[in-house]
């Protein structure tokens, strides 16, 4: 019962959370300099009457909170607008988009978290040897080199170079890789360090001992005692990645010229088309309160902990 | 008591445990002879840091990961344990020797329920399914005092107390029936009200399964209370081994003197505390000849540079001293 | 107070803690690395052949030869001498905005630690919203209000990157507050400005210094991808990731605009990174007995 109660009131949280940023994001865009109407009309000729009917229509003549709750009530049953440059409908231009995101963020998450988690056992268990210096050597050079030079390399190595994989664009599944492995790469050298250190320290642990002490195997000891233990800040640590994936596919897709929303947020914001701008920064602050609440949750179902102590966490 | 010649469970001989540090090797056990017999209740006492853990955990090789068992053996039913491979030894301990720790509160898995760790020895030595090792397991927790037992195998660690905890640790180490039982300090981080219950539960199962008890702890009224015999430590070394009234009322070694003048009331009263002068040495750099030399009254020049070795010098009483004679 | 200070930098400064910090090889290396970094960043004016402006129209693209280093960009200039001028942004605004972030980081933390309650939950919540957000896109969000051009840039990263340092801050404040020469203190009758000078602000220092150290990199990478997608420096200034995004377009007939600009990003970020790592273990007493 304490797992309902908690992931209930993890929901009940998200929800001013998302109000709240739907405030501050509609109130940034009321205040950005330019006037939607003349965006809207760019170019053609009207007469002073004809802005004003448009004005009264679009309801710009109303207060600010009138506005916000129109906005508001069209958002819900998904009408994010119309952009401003093709005059497609907003949720239209993302829902084409979004697969092509979701589908890099997911390649890119697992490429990164097996490799990740893969790494970070063998050198926790092979601490002090060889293979653990130059493993631990490479993932701090790893998460020093910038995604998109890297991104870059790969494709003047994989792409040009050895012709094995396409340069840009969409061609299918393969047409990720390169993308994928770029996002990756960064993500990949923290979970290998952060698996590592876990590891190591739940190696110490006392109840590792007992473990031992029982007679039990050491795959059951390394699997069922030690790995369950040490893999709950990884897990924490996936959800919070996310979100951070969201980002870097604004860099990634922009630099492989990939269909999806990333791009497609850094076109607009270069066109200065304010109404995707908006929508997709309501979509990315939905799958970020998401993202973390299904993490909280998760974290709970694996840390009996968390729901014992009230406030507490890991 | 009858006087029929018991078996040894347990032989040591010569055992050199070592950690390694940083700052030089930390000689913890150098050089330890012992004996334990079927059945017997022995006790190890000393100081912290003695090497008194050390010794024990050598047993079953659960030391830390810089630990180096440097020479020696450890015969147990005719195998030497030293010498097996891990996965041999996987299947002693649990089964044939089990060891209950000092801290209960971090000795238990926090994810997993205590129900099946409780139960895991019974399925990893005896094949069992996990349904009927878990109702033995309930029947485990009964036994050891537990109330609920069939509700609290479902609980999670952190919703047990200390002296629960530690009971839950007996549960399991106990279910495979064990020839050998090592309790290092099991009641040291308990509430006091709760040790004598602990301690109650162990002398019975003791009894119940006819298990050897080899108990650490640094309590003189534990040893009394629990033990048959008794071994003192000092500072990596066995310095006085004998049955457990002799150690109280003549004990041979200055060290155990001064440390059974600590803590038992005698007869006369005294009106100062007594003490040892001085501090345990460091076991990186230990003195030349006889440890304990620097902070004993009796010491001679014999003492700085011999060491002395552990004699028996009655039945069934060893003492390592120069000059346990002149001192009785 | 001024003493104080000083006598924790010369523990930094210490012999032991020295001696033990030139044990850790990648530490040792990565401060190595930064020093020529930082010494490529100092003379710059000496050592490059042309200025980073300097338009040759002749030269476009051309490889690296001896007289090109790294060879030529699409407008002629040379590209080792952008790249050297380069070192001087990424490190002025790898410091700046640690600067920044540290400057609205470490106070929250501070106010948040000492005073607790409200003030407490209500900076911890605003950090982790923050921090919960995609940074790329919060930073993107607010170069688009501000505008393009590197101070924005610096605000923006900043602005995403201040939450480590307030929960840093905030933890050690904590614990050191609760403690009971703290209770003495206030029973004197000491301000809470003295309270915080004297006995926080001391210790929460070494872990400052860690930190600072290890969000440098993220500092400077983050600048150079806002820059790559045009929102930070402007031509001609020769920000590495600017060079990144001019050179992108040639990359398969001229690598070499793209190589290396990217390469002394990595080697930048990577010697604070080593520096950072080793400085952690050797600043972190939990550790060092581990």
């Known amino acids: ?314 | 008591m009858g006087d029929f010649l018991p078996r040894t469970l347990l032989s040591i001989r010569d055992l050199r445990v070592y950690y390694e540090t940083i700052r030089g090797y930390v000689r913890a056990v150098d050089n330890v002879n012992l004996e334990i017999y079927e059945g017997e209740r022995f006790c190890l006492i000393g100081e912290t840091g003695c090497g008194k853990s050390t010794l024990a955990l050598a047993i079953p090789r659960l030391l830390p990961p810089n630990a180096r068992i440097l020479s020696g053996s450890i015969m147990f039913k005719n195998i030497d344990l030293l010498k097996l491979s891990d996965s041999e030894l996987e299947e002693i301990r649990g089964r044939d020797i089990a060891v209950v720790f000092q801290n209960p509160m971090r000795s238990l898995n926090p994810v997993l329920r205590v129900g099946p760790q409780v139960a895991e020895p019974l399925v990893a030595h005896f094949k069992t399914t996990w349904r009927e090792a878990l109702v033995s397991a309930i029947k485990q927790l009964s036994r050891v005092g537990i109330p609920d037992p069939e509700l609290r195998s479902r609980d999670y660690p952190h919703a047990f107390s200390g002296g629960m905890k530690q009971r839950a640790m007996i549960a399991m180490m106990t279910t495979c029936k064990p020839s050998l039982l090592i309790a290092d300090e099991p009641t040291t981080a308990l509430d006091v009200t709760i040790q004598a219950q602990v301690l109650k539960l162990i002398r019975e199962l003791k009894d119940e399964y006819g298990l050897t008890l080899l108990l650490i702890t640094h309590n003189f009224g534990i040893v009394a209370e629990m033990c048959d015999r008794a071994g003192v430590m000092y500072a990596g070394k066995l310095v006085e081994v004998s049955n457990v009234v002799d150690i109280f009322e003549s004990p041979l070694h200055p060290y155990t003197k001064g440390l059974i003048e600590c803590v038992v009331a005698r007869k006369k009263s005294k009106l100062r505390l007594s003490q040892i002068p001085g501090a345990p040495p460091s076991l990186i750099n230990p003195p030349e000849g006889c440890r304990f030399h620097p902070r004993c009254l009796y010491a001679n020049r014999k003492c700085v540079s011999e060491e002395p070795q552990l004699i028996e010098v009655s039945k069934g009483h060893l003492v390592a001293c120069h000059n346990y004679e002149s001192n009785r | 107070m001024i003493r104080l200070f000083v006598e924790k930098i010369k523990l930094l400064g210490n012999n032991e803690t020295f001696k033990l910090f030139l044990t850790y090889k990648r530490g040792v290396a990565g401060l190595i690395l930064l020093s020529l970094i930082v010494f490529l960043a100092l003379t710059a004016d000496f050592i490059t052949p042309k200025r980073f402006d300097e338009i040759d129209p002749s030269s476009r693209l051309l490889p690296p030869t001896i007289k090109y280093i790294f060879g030529t960009d699409h407008m002629g200039r040379d590209v080792f001498s952008r790249v050297v001028y380069g070192a001087r942004i990424a490190l002025w605004v790898g410091l700046l905005v640690v600067l920044v972030e540290a400057g609205i980081g470490v106070p929250l933390g501070l106010l948040g630690g000492f005073y607790g309650g409200r003030i407490d939950k209500f900076i911890s919540a605003i950090t982790d919203l923050i921090w919960a957000f995609p940074p790329i896109i919060l930073a993107l969000a607010i170069v688009t209000i501000l505008g393009p051009g590197l101070t924005n840039v610096v605000i923006a990263v900043s602005v995403i990157s201040w939450a480590p340092y307030t929960r840093v801050v905030r933890a050690k404040t904590l614990s050191i507050v609760s403690r009971e020469f703290i209770i003495a203190a206030r029973a004197i009758g000491e301000s809470s400005l003295s309270i915080i000078l004297r006995y926080i602000l001391p210790n929460i220092l070494p872990p400052i210094i860690v930190l600072a150290t290890l969000t440098i990199p993220s500092a400077i990478l983050y600048t150079t991808a806002l820059s790559f997608l045009g929102f930070g420096a402007q031509p001609p200034t020769p920000d590495w990731g600017l060079m990144l995004n001019e050179g992108r377009d040639y990359i398969f007939m001229a690598p070499w605009c793209c190589v290396f600009p990217g390469l002394f990003i990595t080697l930048t970020a990577l010697s604070f990174n080593l520096l950072g790592d080793a400085l952690r273990e050797v600043l972190d007493p939990k550790l060092r007995y581990g």
């Not at chain 1, 448009?54 to 049953?77: C, E, H, K, N, T």
């Not at chain 1, 170079?161 to 993308?179: A, C, D, F, Q, T």
């Not at chain 1, 795959?219 to 369950?228: C, I, N």
Request: hydrophobic fraction near 50%; proline fraction near 5%.
């Open chain 1, 1 to 314: 019962m304490e797992l309902l109660t908690y992931v209930t009131k993890k929901l009940l949280i998200g929800i001013p959370v998302i109000i709240g940023v739907t405030i501050i994001l509609f109130y940034i865009m009321y205040i950005l300099p330019g006037d939607p109407i003349q965006l809207l009309l760019s170019g053609e000729r009207v007469t002073p009457e004809r802005v004003e009917e448009l004005r009264r229509a679009w309801g710009l003549d109303q207060p600010v909170y009138v506005q916000y709750f129109y906005w508001l009530s069209r958002i819900i049953r998904g009408d994010l607008g119309i952009s401003i440059v093709t005059k497609q409908p907003v949720s239209l231009l993302i829902l084409q988009r979004l697969p092509y995101t979701l589908a890099l963020m997911l390649t890119s998450i697992i490429l990164s978290y097996v490799i990740g988690v893969l790494t970070g056992i063998i050198t926790a268990l092979k601490r002090g040897s060889l293979l653990d210096s130059i493993l631990s050597t490479s993932s701090i050079i790893c998460y020093s080199i910038p995604g998109f030079w890297f991104g870059l390399i790969l494709m003047l190595v994989f792409a040009y170079y050895l012709r094995l994989l396409p340069v840009s664009g969409y061609e299918g599944w393969h047409s990720l890789i390169l993308p994928a492995l770029s996002l990756a790469l960064p993500s990949s050298a923290y979970v290998m360090r952060l698996t590592r250190a876990e590891m190591v320290e739940v190696l110490g642990e006392d109840y590792i001992r007992t473990a031992w002490a029982k007679g039990l195997n050491k795959r059951r000891v390394l699997l069922v005692h030690a790995l369950r233990n040490a893999i709950i800040p990884v897990v924490t640590m996936f959800f919070l990645d996310l979100p951070w994936l969201m980002g870097g596919a604004v860099v990634i897709e922009t630099l492989f010229a990939l269909p999806g929303m990333g791009r497609l947020l850094y076109v607009s914001i270069l066109r200065q088309d304010y109404h995707v701008v908006q929508g997709i920064v309501l979509i990315i602050t939905v799958l970020t309160v998401v993202c973390n609440t299904l993490g909280d949750v998760v974290i709970a179902i694996l840390d009996p902990r968390i729901r014992f102590e009230r406030g507490r966490g890991v």
